[in-house]
Structures are given as C-alpha cells and as structure tokens.
C-alpha cells in the first residue's frame, strides 16, 4: 500500500525555507482545502524528504509528514490573529538573541501577509488580507490547523476548538489524488520588506 501511486508532481516539493515553501504551501492549501476555512496553519517543520517531479507514492506522502495527528478547527478574532502573526515574526527574526526563538515562519494559507523586518517587533504587519479581504480586527476567523500548533484555545485567542477526528496525511493523500499534478509553488501569499 506504501507504493501505491496516489498522483504527481509537476514541481519540486521541499521544506526547507524560511518564510514559505513549495511543501508549506500544498499542506495548507490541502489543509484549508478539506476543512473550507478562512486560514490555515502548519508547523514549519525543517525535515521532510524533499520530492523531485515525478510520481507520488503514499509512502511520499508519509515522509513528508510522518505522525497521525488530527486536523483542529477553531474561530480566531482578527485581533488575536494579528497578535500571532506579530509575535511569530518576532520570534522568528529579532535582533535581540534572547528573544529570537528560532524556527522559520508559520506556514499558512488564505492569507496575504506583508511585513517589514525594518520595523520594530509587534509593528511588522504592513498589509494583510483573509480570503482577499482586507484584515478586520473585529472579524472573527476559521481555521484549520495541524495537531501540533495551536490547541490550546486560551493560550492563542482561539474559541470553539474542535478536533475533528480526521488524519490529515490521510485528507493530504485525499488531495494529492484529486488535484495532481501538483504545481504549488511560492506565491505571494507572504511578502517581507527590510530582510538580508
């Protein structure tokens, strides 16, 4: 079962970048996809066997995420959302080493995010919009996330939390099969200004 052929790829599919990457952006959009939420959100995990063009197998998709978890949904508040985002990119670029966590940035999708690193942490967001909207503070947003980020409702602004039960490598094999060939590639969902 391993080596059954579940689809393509026109493209090569990697993890391994700072602030979004080919492999990124096909588990969120596969993600948002199956739940028909606003966002979606992945873990910018740095391993991942990275895929030439050429077949998928099931096996494939296991290396690119090789645990069971769930996919959770919530609703978040537009100002929560922005405080994430906010916070996520300070962690990932500070100047100041004691509060730079480190990791490369939250992947996601349904949004177009555009941030200046010249700025200060906590006033980075220059533009974002959800769904092609522009961003509201007083919108209150749906989102799927993997198991790994973002359970916890309180910590993260986050109310009707909800684990829905479904595998989300079984849903990426679900959309790989109906969407292949795959050519997700870097987009414009996310924009930063004032990086070297």
Request: no cysteine.
């Amino acid at each position: 079962q391993l080596s059954e052929v579940v689809g393509q790829t026109k493209v090569m599919l990697y993890r391994r970048d700072y602030f979004q990457s080919s492999m990124g952006n096909l588990l969120t959009d596969a993600m948002r996809d199956s739940q028909k939420t606003d966002i979606a959100f992945f873990p910018a995990w740095r391993y991942g066997a990275t895929m030439m063009p050429g077949k998928i197998t099931a096996e494939d998709v296991y290396n690119i995420v090789p645990t069971d978890g769930h996919v959770f949904t919530y609703s978040m508040g537009g100002k929560g959302l922005k405080t994430l985002l906010e916070n996520i990119l300070g962690s990932v670029v500070n100047k100041d080493p004691y509060t730079r966590v480190g990791g490369d940035m939250i992947r996601f999708s349904g949004m177009k995010l555009v941030a200046d690193l010249a700025k200060s942490p906590g006033n980075r967001i220059v533009s974002l919009t959800v769904g092609g909207k522009p961003f509201s503070k007083d919108a209150v947003y749906s989102v799927a996330s993997a198991h790994t980020r973002f359970q916890n409702g309180p910590l993260f602004g986050a109310s009707k939390v909800k684990d829905t039960g479904i595998v989300f490598v079984e849903e990426l094999i679900n959309y790989i099969r109906k969407n292949s060939p795959i050519t997700s590639a870097l987009d414009d969902r996310i924009n930063i200004l004032g990086f070297q």
